[in-house]
């Protein structure tokens, strides 16, 4: 009864927050700018900064401080092809589509992939990265030689709150799935000092992770020896509101202009930039 009573809770509130944004499409002719929110906080996607490089944006009501990363360079030439001017917010994970319906951001650039239930609320354009789905473990841990998820058996296991790699932590056997925690920095925390024994994460994400911390490893898996997973769990789009159809076809178009020699380009030099130890 609590399952279904949050359920109409929380379809109810974002019936709220539809109404409470513009039913009007994005005017690509009459607007000046675009504002896409992201967590600010998923390196190598993005990340903040104190200081400018030629791949920043300046962070929405933050003065003095910067978010660069994978994200943020799509973005911008996102913005160069459409010749609007970018704005970037900084958003928890939570409230990144609660703030599209709402109106407060145009669109969703964070390393998001384009699940169906969150297409039930949002469009996604077509992908702007793919990647694989692996694990992150202690270098003095138990589970450094591990080559499947039944290496696995009977772990702690963690991942970041809201997330697919969550969900997929219940592919595992007999695993002790842990609380989900907020950011892929409590998580490395967590795997670090014992508290867990490994976290799933998205492999770009999990090499900065690592670059980051000496203490941490990647287990990369072949064949079938891994995730089960569908195309939209490796893939992340750009969400919008369902109504901007416009300024869909649009982003689509940009995301085209960019070659997958480029994306790859864009993501090595991301990596090479996120802050390390």
């Not at 030439?77 to 994970?93: H, M, P, S, Y």
């Not at 702007?128 to 009977?154: I, K, P």
């Not at 969900?167 to 000092?193: C, K």
């Not at 969400?239 to 994306?263: G, H, K, M, W, Y």
Request: aromatic fraction near 6%; charged fraction near 20%.
């Amino acid at each position: 009864m609590k399952r279904v009573l949050l359920f109409v809770v929380l379809v109810t509130a974002l019936g709220l927050l539809s109404a409470c944004g513009s039913s009007e499409q994005f005017d690509l002719e009459s607007e000046s700018e675009f504002v896409v929110g992201l967590e600010a906080a998923y390196a190598p996607f993005n990340w903040s900064v104190a200081t400018q490089n030629e791949y920043t944006v300046a962070l929405d009501g933050q003065p003095g401080v910067y978010v660069d990363g994978y994200d943020v360079v799509v973005a911008s030439l996102i913005a160069d092809e459409l010749g609007l001017e970018l704005v970037i917010k900084a958003i928890d994970w939570d409230g990144l589509i609660p703030a599209l319906l709402a109106g407060e951001i145009d669109m969703i650039i964070a390393g998001m992939s384009p699940t169906a239930e969150r297409a039930q609320t949002v469009a996604f354009s077509e992908e702007y990265f793919r990647s694989e789905q692996v694990m992150v473990v202690s270098t003095t841990g138990n589970y450094t030689e591990a080559t499947s998820l039944s290496d696995f058996d009977g772990a702690r296991v963690v991942a970041q709150l809201g997330t697919l790699q969550d969900d997929l932590i219940d592919q595992i056997p007999n695993v002790n799935h842990l609380e989900p925690l907020d950011s892929y920095g409590l998580l490395g925390t967590a795997v670090a000092q014992n508290a867990a024994d490994a976290f799933i994460a998205e492999l770009p994400v999990a090499q900065g992770m690592v670059a980051a911390n000496s203490n941490l490893e990647i287990i990369q898996f072949t064949g079938d020896n891994g995730f089960e997973v569908s195309a939209e769990d490796v893939i992340v789009s750009v969400a919008l509101r369902q109504e901007d159809v416009n300024l869909l076809n649009a982003v689509n178009a940009a995301l085209a202009t960019i070659s997958s020699t480029e994306r790859n380009q864009i993501m090595a030099d991301a990596l090479s930039r996120q802050p390390q130890e």
